[in-house]
């Protein structure tokens, strides 16, 4: 079978022009019943390995997660696209970002979030051109910043062109067929999220428009059905089949010789089911992932991070993935703000078995994962900047999604996912927040006039307690302490609503606290070195140091809702000052002896400020609290289909 290729290429045609083509192409194709190879690059893609863009462990940086779609709009259409990012790069690299990841950008025919892949190997329309792509690799290595795309394994659009050719039915002349996974007759007992996978295809399933769960049944005696774990708009491939295979390890390729820095891959799980029962996760799905892992990592210093929430642990093992999501965790952030003291205890323990490979998060593009941040703690920034602190100086690798690092809010009114992926809040605009100049493509956060990346900028510099200051302080230490970024997790306790840990590389050793109580907290750390100083690395305006006892264990005061993070003793406290609430490095004069006695008359209204030993208040769980399909328990896969 030779593939007619039609790939657009830099300098070839421009992106609109050759959309244009390539659709006639396939129509005329349609319209005379050929059955020759659609319009599909399938031809093999040799691996040109080169050298490495970016400096070691630029990956257990801080990412954020950006929907190009809804990120930065450069030409008035009211969508964003990748020349929109490139000029916002320099933002990024002022918060401290090591690396983004962007939601799908392929050629696809949803027409938003990108996840119903009409073509591996192109830049969706909207967004560019692979010339323009090629450029954010360039803009973005030259800061220091990695790039890694979502990649969808699992299926493709009903538009897609081998799908197409396979809808002509079966025979020696239809190679494509078996590309997908079909069944002659309906197949029973098969359920998933509430739903049957199997469509009948003479329905014509792909036009429907409302919950595939309302789909109406086929009539009895129904015949050639096929197979869509996300619904009859996107047939899931058939990952049996080893040109299926082949074409998307010849894929990934196609991206990492342009210099692309890894891969999301999407719902891994779900690349072979057995049987209406053993459907999920099954061991030819991790064989499967693990192929993909090691096509990517074969590359120097590449990346990769699976979306796999039924066991996400299995799948940050090298064996399989090497890094996932940490689906069943992640809400313990969140509800540990809410003043859950079991969620602290969570937070405490996880890490002491956990591979530091896996990715956090307090929020993203799925409802089921949980609303934006501002939305779960009902727009209280005490408890907005604790939740964050804990998944940003924990291990792992901290996915932000974007807008979070300003406080922006979903959209309300809006169905499924679409209030989570609203355009980013860059001004206070209400018509385009600074989004776009002309018509944005979905209503633009309801907090915008507040809560925006000028605003909040602004604020920085008349209040460094502003959520965008933090973010960069927090970035900052995990940018600057190598112990945060990549260090052990060592001595983690929980005592009622105070977490504490300990982060150590090399000689670098770090103390965190957290204090997730809305009282005042007096706290015993043990496990520390006798008679090291406890020096200050956050905040600037709290104590200078403390001093460790003869036990190895030190008492200290804390704030409401705050963030206490100390070096203990190492050379670099020595000669480092502390990370300011400005997220950036602020020169201290005053010796500890003087700072103590500064602190023994400090009021306890300031965030981190030392006090005299009061007891530790516990408080009742915020009203608004949310539980997410994730947070049915550890590993629980989300009740309801993640909305494509």
């Known amino acids: 079978m030779k593939p007619l290729s039609l790939q657009a290429q830099p ?205 109406p049944p086929a009539p009895p005696g129904a015949q050639d059905f096929y197979f869509g774990t996300f619904g009859p708009h996107m047939p899931d491939f058939n990952m049996r089949k080893p040109e299926v295979v082949n074409y998307h390890l010849d894929s990934l390729r196609f991206w990492l010789n342009r210099g692309l820095d890894g891969f999301r891959l999407d719902a891994v799980p779900h690349l072979v ?107 209280d920034v005490a408890r907005y900047k604790v939740a964050a602190a804990g998944y940003l100086l924990q291990p792992g690798t901290p996915y932000i999604y974007y807008g979070e690092e300003v406080g922006q809010a979903g959209v309300p009114g809006l169905d499924g996912d679409l209030p989570l992926r609203a355009p980013m809040s860059w001004r206070p605009d209400a018509a385009g927040a600074g989004f776009t100049s002309g018509t944005p493509f979905r209503p633009v956060a309801p907090n915008v006039l507040t809560h925006n990346a000028q605003t909040q900028a602004q604020l920085q510099a008349q209040d460094p307690r502003s959520i965008l200051s933090f973010y960069k302080a927090m970035l900052a230490l995990r940018n600057t302490r190598p112990s945060i970024a990549r260090g052990s997790f060592e001595h983690s306790f929980a005592d009622g609503l105070v977490l504490g840990f300990q982060r150590r590389l090399e000689g670098e050793r770090t103390v965190v606290l957290i204090n997730y109580g809305t009282g005042l907290a007096s706290v015993r750390v043990p496990d520390l070195p006798p008679g090291q100083a406890l020096r200050s690395a956050y905040p600037a305006g709290g104590a200078l140091s403390a001093r460790v006892g003869r036990d190895g264990s030190a008492t200290l005061h804390l704030a409401p809702l705050s963030v206490r993070v100390f070096d203990i003793g190492s050379a670099q406290a020595q000669a480092a000052p502390a990370v300011g609430r400005k997220g950036v490095n602020t020169t201290k004069a005053s010796k500890a002896t003087k700072a103590t006695k500064a602190a023994k008359g400090a009021k306890p209204k300031q965030e981190g400020k030392a006090v005299k030993r009061p007891k530790q208040a516990q408080s009742a769980p915020a009203a608004n609290q949310r539980t997410t399909p994730s947070s049915a328990g550890k590993g629980a896969a989300p009740s309801t289909a993640p909305t494509r």
């Not at 993909?292 to 093992?317: M, S």
């Not at 069943?328 to 996880?350: P, R």
């Open 11 to 215: 300098g070839r045609w421009p992106g609109k022009v050759s959309a244009f083509l390539l659709a006639g192409l396939w129509a005329l194709t349609l319209a005379t019943g050929l059955r020759a190879a659609p319009v599909l690059d399938t031809s093999p893609v040799a691996a040109r390995h080169g050298t490495a863009h970016l400096p070691p462990h630029w990956d257990r940086g801080a990412f954020m997660e950006i929907f190009v779609r809804a990120y930065q709009d450069s030409d008035g259409d009211g969508i964003g696209d990748l020349r929109g990012l490139i000029s916002r790069l320099d933002y990024l690299k002022d918060l401290g970002i090591r690396g983004i990841w962007l939601m799908p950008i392929t050629r696809s025919a949803d027409g938003d979030h990108g996840y119903a892949t009409t073509d591996f190997r192109d830049i969706e329309p909207a967004y560019g051109t692979l010339a323009d792509f090629d450029e954010l690799l360039r803009q973005a290595h030259a800061r220091g910043i990695g790039v890694i795309t979502d990649y969808v394994i699992n299926h493709a659009a009903h538009q897609h062109p081998a799908f197409q050719q396979a809808l002509k039915g079966p025979g020696p002349d239809n190679p494509w067929r078996d590309w997908f996974v079909w069944s002659q007759d309906a197949p029973q007992g098969w359920d998933i999220w509430g739903k049957n996978p199997w469509y009948h295809v003479a329905a014509r399933p792909w036009e429907w428009t409302g919950d595939p769960k309302d789909l």
């Open 273 to 379: 089911e057995n049987n209406a029962k053993d459907w999920n996760d099954q061991p030819e799905s991790r064989q499967l992932t693990k192929r993909f892992q090691d096509l990517i990592r074969a590359y120097p210093n590449r990346t990769v991070v699976c979306e796999a929430t039924a066991e996400p642990q299995a799948y940050g093992d090298p064996a399989v993935c090497g890094g996932a999501f940490a689906f069943g965790y992640v809400h313990h952030f969140v509800k540990a703000a809410q003043g859950e003291a079991a969620s602290v205890q969570q937070l405490a323990e996880y890490y002491r078995k956990a591979r530091p490979t896996m990715a956090t998060f307090v929020s993203n593009h799925d409802r089921f994962a949980g609303q934006r941040l501002w939305d779960q703690v009902g727009g």
